[in-house]
């Protein structure tokens, strides 16, 4: 069996406050650890919410700034942690960014959000990712994934190929789109017959709810564990082995025809 312990910190977000999202993150991270969590997962742009008008303000390198915080807070607690936040991409740019950083500290991988949300208007202020990103772990290769990247099964598809065995996925999906929320986490799972691992925000910013539900499916479809709408850290151990059980007993990938498509 390759057992993996996982959290997800279903937070509620304040809007451009930092110091106070990461003491929630901290606390959170702490009680992953006392439960024995190899990793925790944490929602999209948990540090500041979408307060992307001030995103020059809060924005850093993946190697300063709130994501040395969080290669801090790995180190501290020995367990590895997800999350996007505001990063430098470039003079003027601007990322959503999400990274997988290791019990060390140490950063395997950082994913740019490649799907912008116009609904959000991400697009007026951030730029697009340009590339997939594979965390290889101590548990094989993840996939990392943000929010909106959801409705894009092609993503999903690349990792599965390129040997992921999960995908991980930091949201803030709000209401009234809690059907299509579940029903896609479902669907990217079953179609690449791996674990897909998301966190989603709760709370409220103006006028904009979000309902939780952060999950875990396994590669059959089924749910390992989900949240409700409240703030909580939910903790579910996998089995990561399923992934080739599952593949062996339906072998999609062999049956494709890229050929033809």
């Known amino acids: ?37 190899d990793l925790v997962v944490f929602p999209e742009l ?20 709130i994501f ?34 290791a019990p060390s500290g140490q950063n395997l991988t950082a994913y740019s959000k490649t799907h912008l949300f116009r609904l959000m208007n991400e697009e007026q202020y951030l730029t697009a990712g340009d590339k997939l990103s594979l965390a290889a772990t101590a548990w094989g290769k993840m996939g990392l994934a943000i929010c909106y990247d959801l409705r894009f099964p092609e993503l999903f598809r690349a990792y599965a190929l390129a040997g992921a065995t999960a995908v991980l996925l930091p949201a803030e999906w709000p209401y009234p789109r809690l059907a299509h929320w579940r029903t896609l986490l479902r669907a990217r799972a079953i179609e690449n017959q791996m674990f897909v691992i998301a966190c989603n925000r709760v709370g409220q910013t103006g006028d904009t709810r979000f309902f939780g539900r952060s ?14 709408d409240q703030e909580l850290l939910l903790t579910a151990t996998i089995d990561l082995e399923m992934v080739t059980a599952v593949r062996e007993r339906i072998p999609v990938f062999a ?6 498509y």
């Not at 948990?46 to 700034?65: I, V």
């Not at 501290?76 to 740019?93: F, M, N």
Request: glycine share 10%.
């Open 255 to 260: 049956d494709r025809r890229p050929d033809i």
């Open 1 to 37: 069996m390759q057992q993996l312990t996982i959290s997800l910190g279903q937070m509620d977000i304040l809007l451009g406050e930092p110091e106070h999202n990461l003491a929630t993150v901290r606390q959170m991270t702490a009680e992953a650890a006392r439960r024995g969590s």
């Open 215 to 228: 999950a875990i499916i396994d590669p059959w479809g089924e749910i390992v564990v989900e949240g409700g």
């Open 46 to 65: 948990w540090s500041t919410g979408y307060d992307l008008d001030h995103a020059a303000d809060y924005a850093t390198t993946t190697d300063a700034g």
């Open 68 to 101: 040395k915080e969080v290669g801090a807070l790995a180190q501290e607690y020995r367990i590895a942690i997800v999350g996007s936040c505001l990063s430098v991409l470039g003079s003027e740019k601007f990322g959503n960014t999400a990274v997988y950083t």
